[in-house]
């Protein structure tokens, strides 16, 4: 009886694994073919671009600089949040316990504030002074971008 269950049990699995080798076929399948046409789009996106002209070429590496400039700055922005959330919550942790607790506020407790304080204060300063320069460039490539579409259309 064990014998039979155990192939019983074999075969169930070897049914499993044609049906997971099937699925897995498929799956490579339509992965290869929604590959194929995403590298299609870009193709075609590719094949719109006019690289001969010296302008639109420099247009598209400002706007490339000017995209990982921004990424940086949104990267930033986010360390600031994090810090500032990370000291809110440490606040508020010590505000708990020196009233529930009745504890006292240590000057370790203080300088690891004033640390994260001063971080994130200095990513403020940061970001702020880069602010105005992002600003500037992304409306001097958007005209430029916006010339380009003008004239692709007349």
């Known amino acids: 009886n064990k014998l039979k269950q155990m192939k019983s049990s074999t075969n169930d699995l070897k049914n499993d ?9 498929n799956q490579t399948g339509l992965a290869k073919d929604s590959l194929e046409e995403a590298c299609a789009k870009i193709r075609a996106m590719f094949s719109l671009i006019d690289l001969s002209d010296p302008n639109e ?33 440490q606040v508020e942790e010590l505000r708990s316990s020196v009233i529930n607790r009745k504890c006292r506020v240590t000057m ?47």
């Open 17 to 25: 694994f044609r049906n997971l080798r099937k699925m897995a076929y």
């Open 108 to 154: 370790n407790n203080v300088e690891s504030m004033a640390l994260i304080l001063t971080r994130a204060s200095k990513t403020a300063t940061d970001l702020n002074a880069k602010y105005p320069h992002l600003q500037d460039a992304l409306r001097s490539i958007m005209a430029l971008e916006i010339d380009i579409v003008l004239r692709e259309e007349k």
């Open 57 to 89: 070429r420099q247009l598209r590496f400002n706007r490339l600089r000017l995209s990982k400039d921004e990424e940086m700055y949104r990267l930033n922005v986010n360390t600031l949040e994090k810090d500032l959330n990370e000291l809110e919550t």
